[in-house]
């Protein structure tokens, strides 16, 4: 249901559609100069994303217009596909787009091309890696530290990693939170650890091995 | 009926009390659940984000732990679910990742052929179990309890086979059953963010105000999850939601095994009730009350 805003008559909707209410709506797609472009950009996405077609989208949106935070990625999903079928792979790992996604799954459940748009974030990241400095990435470096550390996730190490590689002051504000998830029960002061724990760091360094050169 | 149960790392630490209730229904619906030897973590959706192969081996060997004893696994957190699905699907539809699975997986000398079963309790409570049986046994029906089911995102998207990907019925007909009074919830597959509460803080609460208001708008007494995470943004930052967006939310957030267990005639102890922050328990005992 539309309201119709006091500073604006009711029945002039064409001026207010015109004013672009999603970046995407603009048509600002930087003009870049094709040597800059890589070809072999797209097939890395899609190995990495378990073998997702990313020339099959039709750029129809649907993507777009289910995902709870198009309107604060760089560019929405619909827009960065066009982008990695060019090949403008710099300017998609400076993205934020897929630092935004939340794995929610309602792209892929929608995407009439069937294309699972959430691998297709997740491999983004995977091969954004290391450049990128997104709190969201190091917040998953630390996770998967932690977990190479005990095999099972510890919250509260978790949280104490996060803050010291990024804001210490951060712990402050967990502080009352932390105290009453204490109080009720909710938070572990050690971590529990699995005892087959070396199959695990076996399999980190048999994964990043077997990932080299694909 | 015996299940290998994956309860993964939060429910054995801020999501205690579905760990607790899980098992307690269980018990009372004398269905077996034995927790999976030395389980994992199953990466969420951190490992994905850093390392491809690494984030479907990990879950891997939970699921080859399972295998070895013949067994379904029965996962209660939503994230978890999807991690193990997200494994076993690529293993059984992508030959080019499966073999470097097999391989890796040979290399630590773990057997693992995909085979095992992944779902979800939400699911063997409704499917397996079955309505009927749980009707059955509800011993203190939860008359007149109004409450919004929210699913969460993960439970019913693409390839998770036992619910419709947006509007799943399965939980608001286990309520049903328990003799709530189930009210129309529009955002009951919405994200709540997961996660990103750690990274994201300010957007994250933002998805949730939304969550929370249309719960209030529609006069639920209580919202009822089937995911640690859902819960933890839920109720844990509730009072971060009202300080931020000057509202006045009081909305108990409690775990469907927790509802079951109350109905079934499980003692109120062995729920975990005490452990929401929003408190909980008050709102269970007086409609059980109202019955007794
Ligand atoms: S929904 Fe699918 S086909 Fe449509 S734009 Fe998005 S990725 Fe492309
Ligand atoms: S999975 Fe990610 S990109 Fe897709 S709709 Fe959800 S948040 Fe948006
Ligand atoms: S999803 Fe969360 S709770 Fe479940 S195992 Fe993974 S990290 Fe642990
Ligand atoms: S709703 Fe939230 S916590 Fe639950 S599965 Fe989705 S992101 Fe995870």
Redesign the interface.
């Known amino acids: 249901m539309s309201v119709a805003r006091e500073d604006q008559p009711e029945g002039d909707l064409r001026l207010q559609a015109a004013a672009p209410a999603y970046p995407d709506a603009s048509n600002d797609i930087p003009v870049i100069d094709e040597e800059s472009l890589d070809p072999e950009f797209m097939r890395l996405v899609e190995v990495f994303s378990g073998n997702q077609y990313v020339n099959s989208c039709i750029q129809c949106g649907t993507c777009s217009g289910s995902c709870a935070f198009s309107y604060k990625m760089q560019q929405t999903p619909r827009k960065l596909m066009a982008m990695i079928r060019a090949g403008m792979r710099d300017e998609v790992l400076a993205s934020d787009t897929f630092w935004y996604c939340t794995s929610c799954y309602y792209c892929t459940a929608r995407c009439p091309r069937g294309i699972n748009l959430t691998e297709v974030m997740y491999a983004l990241r995977h091969l954004a890696g290391k450049r990128q400095h997104a709190q969201a990435a190091v917040f998953y470096d630390c996770f998967n530290s932690v977990l190479r550390s005990y095999g099972r996730l510890y919250e509260s190490g978790l949280l104490v990693r996060l803050a010291l590689k990024t804001d210490p002051m951060s712990l402050v504000a967990y502080g009352p939170l932390g105290v009453k998830m204490f109080l009720k029960g909710k938070l572990n002061l050690l971590p529990e650890r699995v005892r087959a724990l070396d199959e695990i760091r076996k399999l980190y360094d048999i994964a990043a091995e077997m990932e080299e050169g694909l | 009926m015996n299940f290998a149960y994956y309860p993964g790392?939060?429910l054995?630490?801020?999501?205690?009390e579905y760990d607790e209730s899980t098992l307690a229904v269980f018990q009372a619906l004398e269905v077996g659940l034995e927790e999976i030897n030395?389980?994992?973590?199953c990466?969420?959706?951190?490992?994905?984000?850093?390392?491809?192969?690494?984030?479907l081996?990990?879950p891997a060997?939970n699921l080859a732990l399972a295998e070895q004893k013949g067994q379904i696994v029965a996962v209660a957190c939503n994230s978890c679910f999807?991690s193990l699905r997200r494994a076993k699907t690529?293993y059984e539809n992508?030959p080019?990742?499966r073999s470097?699975m097999r391989?890796?997986m040979e290399?630590?000398n773990?057997s693992f052929s995909g085979k095992a079963q992944v779902r979800h309790i939400l699911d063997i409570v409704v499917n397996e179990i079955g309505l009927e049986q749980i009707a059955a046994r509800v011993k203190r029906p939860l008359q007149g309890l109004k409450a919004v089911p929210y699913y969460g995102?993960?439970i019913a998207?693409?390839l998770n086979e036992f619910a419709h990907?947006?509007l799943p019925t399965e939980m608001d007909r286990l309520l049903q059953t328990l003799g709530v009074k189930v009210l129309r919830y529009d955002h009951k597959t919405?994200?709540c963010?997961?996660?990103?509460i750690?990274?994201?803080e300010a957007?994250t609460l933002g998805?949730n105000q939304e969550l929370l208001e249309e719960a209030q708008m529609r006069g639920a007494e209580a919202i009822v999850v089937s995911c640690p995470l859902c819960q933890l943004n839920l109720d844990?930052?509730q009072e971060?939601i009202n300080q931020r967006f000057g509202t006045n939310y009081q909305i108990p957030v409690v775990y469907f095994t927790q509802l079951l267990g109350a109905a079934l005639g499980v003692p109120l102890r062995k729920l975990g009730l005490?452990?929401n922050?929003v408190p909980a328990r008050r709102l269970v005992e007086k409609h059980i009350e109202e019955v007794l």
Not at chain 2, 38 to 41: K, S
Not at chain 2, 43 to 55: D, V
């Open positions: 790392c939060s054995h630490a801020s999501a205690r030395d389980w994992n973590c990466g969420a959706t951190a490992l994905p984000s850093t390392n491809y192969l690494f984030s081996l990990v060997r999807v690529v992508n080019e990742w470097k391989e890796a290399r630590i773990v995102c993960q998207r693409p990907t947006e919405k994200c963010g997961g996660s990103h750690a990274t994201k957007d998805l844990a930052y971060k005490s452990r922050l």
